[in-house]
């Protein structure tokens, strides 16, 4: 096994073992920014001992994590700074507006998509712009953490002595379409580059078990030198949820707009459910109501598309009047919805990881899942919900369970709950984090 390999590998078993032992070292200090649509964290330095700089790139869907992680590690007493080349205040996370962190924004003039095609080279080109204004103003950072977008690593591979963590949501070569000629052609140097960039880091973390063994997979050339991912689970703020209002007959589908995520299970197997009313005594399930909320943004064609599906879905199927579709809600808007619904319903297939059960669960609310990918790790089948067949049989079967047995739906709840604060907490993921970025750059001080 090559050196690297090997020093990868001991990051990471290092990382958990010496968990104890970093949250007792002094902090450093931290800068945070961005890539597309994503963060980017670094950090201004100065003396030696424990990092004094880190820099964190993140694209589409997952700036959930880059929050937390931007959160936590200023909980730990590092001064953090955002980058970001688009910053919506009307549209961001609230963290990034409440002074904890300041957000500077570069690069929002470059194109996200030019007629809506080549969006990743779009996306690496607004990457390396901010990877860039970075490099400009802060020319050395002690250790970088990549978000995502491993193009930008061999730039920042230019800052001598720097130890670069990258954290892998899901291969992209995996997210894009390879459908016709053209599109593969398009696509085989950025997904060359893919591969190559992301071996180049010195330590790979990602979100599931589900994602380590896809990585393993899709990277053969990776797995061949020995470079095996570590697992750091994103995490959810248990503290934002209190005890829940009710436990009305709503079911509650929480996830973005987008075709991959199935919402259209919800709705069919939501119709499925009343459709057995007359099974049930009493007119429990007239009462019944399906809500689906999620980010929608009605600059992208999918999102725009998707709803006006799913709104044709629920006339189809006859259930038009008792669906309700929020787009962009708060996360106090969310957290009402959790806290007065029965459970939630997560129908994404093979999902990486899916941070909504760990919300919908901390929020005592039991969760209807599809029995694969990233939810298989953290939805415990019969103790905090059930993982299902994406089939809207399946579905409606947990579903009418929980119609059926009120003290079944609380009992589950309060499991899940106790569940998600014993392993998917924020403080869990910030103690660890920082303990794969302290370990790394005690590494590199050997």
């Given at each position: 096994m090559r050196a690297?390999?090997?020093?990868?590998?001991?990051?990471?078993?290092?990382?958990?073992?010496?968990?104890?032992?970093?949250?007792?070292?002094?902090?450093?200090?931290?800068?945070?920014?961005?890539?597309?649509?994503?963060?980017?964290?670094?950090?201004?330095?100065?003396?030696?001992?424990?990092?004094?700089?880190?820099?964190?790139?993140?694209?589409?869907?997952?700036?959930?994590?880059?929050?937390?992680?931007?959160?936590?590690?200023?909980?730990?007493?590092?001064?953090?700074?955002?980058?970001?080349?688009?910053?919506?205040?009307?549209?961001?996370?609230?963290?990034?507006?409440?002074?904890?962190?300041?957000?500077?924004?570069?690069?929002?003039?470059?194109?996200?998509?030019?007629?809506?095609?080549?969006?990743?080279?779009?996306?690496?080109?607004?990457?390396?712009?901010?990877?860039?204004?970075?490099?400009?103003?802060?020319?050395?950072?002690?250790?970088?953490?990549?978000?995502?977008?491993?193009?930008?690593?061999?730039?920042?591979?230019?800052?001598?002595?720097?130890?670069?963590?990258?954290?892998?949501?899901?291969?992209?070569?995996?997210?894009?379409?390879?459908?016709?000629?053209?599109?593969?052609?398009?696509?085989?140097?950025?997904?060359?580059?893919?591969?190559?960039?992301?071996?180049?880091?010195?330590?790979?973390?990602?979100?599931?078990?589900?994602?380590?063994?896809?990585?393993?997979?899709?990277?053969?050339?990776?797995?061949?030198?020995?470079?095996?991912?570590?697992?750091?689970?994103?995490?959810?703020?248990?503290?934002q949820f209190h005890?829940?209002?009710?436990?009305?007959?709503?079911?509650?589908?929480?996830?973005?707009?987008?075709?991959?995520?199935?919402?259209?299970?919800?709705?069919?197997?939501?119709?499925?459910?009343?459709?057995?009313?007359?099974?049930?005594?009493?007119?429990?399930?007239?009462?019944?109501?399906?809500?689906?909320?999620?980010?929608?943004?009605?600059?992208?064609?999918?999102?725009?598309?998707?709803?006006?599906?799913?709104?044709?879905?629920?006339?189809?199927?006859?259930?038009?009047?008792?669906?309700?579709?929020?787009?962009?809600?708060?996360?106090?808007?969310?957290?009402?919805?959790?806290?007065?619904?029965?459970?939630?319903?997560?129908?994404?297939?093979?999902?990486?990881?899916?941070?909504?059960?760990?919300?919908?669960?901390?929020?005592?609310?039991?969760?209807?899942?599809?029995?694969?990918?990233?939810?298989?790790?953290?939805?415990?089948?019969?103790?905090?919900?059930?993982?299902?067949?994406?089939?809207?049989?399946e579905f409606s079967?947990?579903?009418?369970?929980?119609?059926?047995?009120?003290?079944?739906?609380?009992?589950?709840?309060?499991?899940?709950?106790?569940?998600?604060?014993?392993?998917?907490?924020?403080?869990?993921?910030?103690?660890?984090?920082?303990?794969?970025?302290?370990?790394?750059?005690?590494?590199?001080?050997?």
């Amino acid at each position: 096994m090559r050196a690297g390999a090997a020093a990868r590998r001991k990051a990471r078993e290092a990382g958990a073992a010496r968990w104890e032992e970093a949250l007792s070292w002094p902090a450093a200090s931290l800068v945070a920014g961005s890539g597309k649509e994503g963060w980017a964290c670094a950090s201004a330095s100065g003396h030696h001992g424990p990092p004094q700089q880190l820099l964190i790139f993140c694209i589409g869907g997952a700036e959930r994590l880059i929050v937390d992680a931007a959160c936590q590690l200023a909980a730990h007493d590092h001064d953090v700074h955002v980058f970001t080349s688009h910053h919506d205040k009307k549209r961001c996370f609230e963290e990034t507006l409440s002074g904890l962190f300041p957000v500077t924004v570069h690069g929002d003039f470059l194109p996200r998509h030019v007629f809506y095609r080549f969006h990743a080279v779009c996306a690496y080109l607004r990457c390396i712009f901010v990877a860039l204004c970075v490099l400009l103003r802060w020319p050395f950072f002690d250790v970088i953490l990549v978000d995502q977008v491993s193009v930008v690593i061999p730039l920042l591979k230019l800052m001598a002595s720097s130890k670069i963590i990258f954290y892998c949501h899901f291969p992209d070569l995996l997210l894009a379409q390879h459908t016709s000629l053209l599109r593969r052609l398009y696509r085989k140097p950025i997904d060359m580059i893919e591969e190559i960039t992301t071996g180049m880091a010195d330590l790979i973390l990602v979100n599931s078990k589900f994602t380590a063994a896809t990585f393993a997979r899709t990277f053969s050339g990776l797995h061949a030198r020995g470079i095996e991912p570590g697992v750091l689970y994103p995490a959810v703020s248990v503290e934002q949820f209190h005890e829940p209002h009710a436990y009305k007959l709503n079911f509650l589908s929480i996830n973005r707009f987008e075709r991959k995520k199935n919402l259209d299970l919800a709705i069919s197997a939501f119709a499925l459910l009343r459709s057995a009313a007359w099974t049930i005594p009493g007119d429990a399930l007239q009462e019944a109501t399906l809500t689906v909320a999620g980010g929608y943004d009605k600059r992208l064609k999918e999102n725009v598309e998707y709803l006006e599906e799913l709104k044709r879905l629920a006339l189809t199927e006859g259930v038009s009047g008792q669906v309700k579709f929020v787009t962009s809600c708060s996360t106090s808007e969310r957290n009402e919805l959790l806290s007065n619904c029965l459970c939630v319903l997560y129908t994404p297939k093979d999902e990486h990881f899916g941070i909504v059960p760990l919300e919908a669960m901390a929020a005592h609310k039991p969760v209807i899942a599809c029995n694969s990918g990233g939810p298989v790790e953290t939805v415990v089948n019969e103790v905090t919900g059930f993982l299902c067949d994406p089939s809207p049989a399946e579905f409606s079967k947990a579903m009418l369970k929980l119609v059926n047995d009120h003290d079944l739906a609380v009992r589950l709840g309060e499991q899940a709950r106790d569940h998600v604060v014993q392993k998917f907490s924020t403080k869990t993921f910030g103690d660890l984090l920082n303990s794969y970025v302290l370990n790394i750059y005690h590494e590199r001080m050997e």
